[in-house]
Nanobody, 115 residues
């Protein structure tokens, strides 16, 4: 069982930045995939950014050019740098990992972007 713990959420004004962190309980290279999802009130959870074990990143169209996902293998940590934040980015952000057929989720961290 892999445990994922997110941190870094908070309240920020539109145009501001936040960096989310996700610390895993074991090597992130043991996971085939890690990513960041978000869920806004009344909406489905959506994939925001992904970083497979091979390292090639991909992003939702709504965050391209503003968000950057990265990892520090030694620290067992995946980051989501969020710049130029918009009110529509407001959501609970979840870190996720996948190993073969098993999915692991963090507890989520709230990001609120004010006008």
């Amino acid at each position: 069982q892999v445990q994922l713990v997110e941190s870094g959420g908070g309240l920020v004004q539109a145009g501001g930045s936040l960096r989310l962190s996700c610390v895993a309980s074991e090597s992130i290279l043991s996971l085939n995939f890690m990513g960041w999802y978000r869920q806004a009130p009344g909406k489905q959870r959506e994939l925001v950014a992904a970083i497979p074990s091979g390292g090639n990143t991909n992003y939702a169209d709504s965050v391209k050019g503003r968000f950057t996902v990265s990892r520090d293998v030694a620290k067992k940590t995946v980051y989501l740098q969020m710049n130029s934040l918009k009110p529509e980015d407001t959501a609970v952000y979840y870190c996720a990992g996948r190993r073969i057929a098993n999915d692991y989720w963090g507890q989520g961290t709230q990001v609120t972007v004010s006008q």
